[in-house]
């Protein structure tokens, strides 16, 4: 059934409207972003099925390919709905720039949002200044980590070049399980070596996901 051929005041917009946005479902939300639907399938249709192959929080986080093997969901929709939640993370992180950095939660939850349903590890370098005060942050690298191509250069050459005076390293699992791997301590341990030769301090080296995190205190490694 097309959407215009719903008694109007059963449509989710005017539903939306009239009782606001928690009165509808989760399809229903989605179908008021994807605003047509495709075919015999109304815009709410689309977005049962995307619930239906991926759950919600799975839509929240698929990729733009998964979307487009969804039946319905062209190119066009697809980028709407990564553009619309990329919106949505961002907003609920904020801001790093200018953050005061007192302990790792501080750091830990603007990356949880940012980085934890990412596919790919992604490795991000996050520069502070005399006062803990967030300067910048750079993803330095994308893919496995492996402590061959995650160069201390390239990472000290931009804490250099911001006039940092120490920094935080943070990636993201995408398996979920935040303990870190033996070559996340080995990347660790170069940093904090190179780190002393620089004068740069290596606060800490923070590994999240999109609902935990874990902090390697650098000062207990040996």
Known sequence: MKIKEIFEHDRPRERLMSFGASSLSDAELLGILLQTGSGKDNAVDLGHRLISRF?????FDAGFNELLSVSGIGKAKACKLIATFEVVKRANSGRIAERKVSCAADVASYY?????????????VVLLNSAGYVIKDYTVFVG?????????????????????????LVHNHPSGDVSPSEEDLRITE?????????????????????????????????
């Open 55 to 59: 759950g919600l929080r799975g839509v």
């Open 144 to 168: 496995t980590l492996d402590s061959a191509l995650v160069h201390p250069r390239e990472v000290f050459k931009l804490a250099l070049k911001e006039s940092a005076k120490s920094i935080i």
């Open 112 to 124: 949880m949002a940012r980085l934890g349903g990412l596919k790919q590890e992604h490795f991000v």
């Open 190 to 222: 170069q940093m904090r070596e190179v780190s002393k030769n620089v004068g740069i301090w290596l606060v800490d080296h923070i590994v999240v996901s999109s609902n935990d995190y874990w902090s390697i205190k650098i000062n207990n490694l040996k």
